[in-house]
């Protein structure tokens, strides 16, 4: 799934040409032949948390496309102008309308192929009551055993998930990098 391509400039609305720009960068950008304003495409940053009651997570049924009716971590784009852990706050108090505390940077997941970079970190909850926003179809909240595996919206969660579940077992959690291709 990859982004359309930039066909005008952000800068003076001429349409672009993709070339090497006279810089000495070394991949094609969509430069404009006007302006000479060169436009980058870079990743998209999805951020959230893996919020924890007891030996329960808390899952979010989606309530919006893609995956609509599938579950997953409460996460979605970051933001300009905040950090990945006000991101990661943000998404987790609009999907799930959760009271939680952060906790520590938890997983970092490459999707390079759709041109994604995923960060999750752990979280408390401070109550097992959801007031979930329109993206959320329910907020609920899952042993180990009970999560609808199935029904994971998306990759990314599942591993992190699998990972998270892991790492609680043996009592102690780390950091977690990986690809998905």
């Known amino acids: 799934m990859q982004r359309p391509p930039i066909k005008h400039c952000k800068n003076c609305g001429h349409a672009?040409?993709?070339?090497?720009?006279?810089?000495?960068d070394t991949?094609?950008?969509?430069?404009?032949p006007v302006c000479n304003t060169v436009h980058y495409e870079n990743p998209l940053?999805?951020?959230?948390?893996?919020?924890?009651?007891?030996?329960?997570?808390?899952?979010?049924?989606?309530?919006?496309e893609p995956r609509?009716?599938?579950?997953?971590?409460?996460?979605?784009?970051?933001?300009?102008?905040?950090?990945v852990a006000e991101g990661a706050a943000r998404e987790t108090t609009?999907?799930?309308?959760?009271?939680?505390?952060?906790?520590?940077?938890?997983?970092?997941?490459?999707?390079?192929?759709?041109?994604?970079v995923h960060l999750f970190y752990r979280a408390q909850l401070l109550s097992d009551q959801f007031d979930p926003g329109f993206e959320t179809?329910?907020?609920?909240?899952?042993?180990?055993?009970e999560v609808p595996w199935d029904e994971i919206a998306f990759r990314t969660v599942g591993e992190t998930l699998k990972r998270y579940f892991a790492d609680r077992?043996?009592?102690?959690?780390?950091?977690?990098?990986f690809d998905i291709t």
Request: proline share 3%; aromatic share 10%; charged share 25%.
């Open 16 to 24: 672009v040409v993709y070339r090497l720009p006279d810089d000495g």
């Open 27 to 32: 991949k094609e950008r969509a430069v404009c």
């Open 45 to 64: 940053t999805v951020v959230g948390t893996i919020p924890a009651w007891g030996d329960k997570v808390l899952l979010c049924k989606r309530n919006i």
């Open 68 to 83: 609509f009716g599938k579950w997953t971590l409460p996460a979605g784009f970051m933001e300009l102008n905040e950090t």
């Open 94 to 116: 609009e999907e799930a309308g959760a009271q939680f505390e952060m906790g520590e940077f938890f997983s970092l997941v490459n999707i390079a192929r759709v041109g994604q």
């Open 137 to 145: 179809q329910e907020a609920r909240l899952f042993t180990e055993d």
């Open 169 to 177: 077992s043996k009592g102690q959690f780390g950091i977690h990098v």
